[in-house]
């Protein structure tokens, strides 16, 4: 039977756990801190942040990109997903890079 009304089509029903799920509560940032408690150094040790600040090589990686920041990035990271190939003998199609977990969800989804 084919037929178009909304009534006919399938729906998808979600896991009851699913809405169960608490959103992420980010924590206090340094700043709040320091002025909270009204003291100067704060180590953060959470929230996947390095207390000890960037790699110097990430930050020399970062200068030397700034030149082409007017330009619009890589959408498939092939040099990365290139490298990642070479290192682990696999093909390229056995990766996928995205913008955090929060994206990699949102495209599986």
Known sequence: MNSNSDTDKEQV??????????????GKPIWEVQREYGVERVVKLASNENSLGPSPKAVQAMQEALTELHRYPDERSSGLIS????????SDNHFIVTNGGDELILLIS
Do not use: I
């Open 83 to 90: 490298e990642l190939v070479r290192q682990y003998d696999l």
């Open 13 to 26: 029903t979600p896991r009851r756990a699913l809405g169960q799920l608490k959103p992420y509560t980010a």
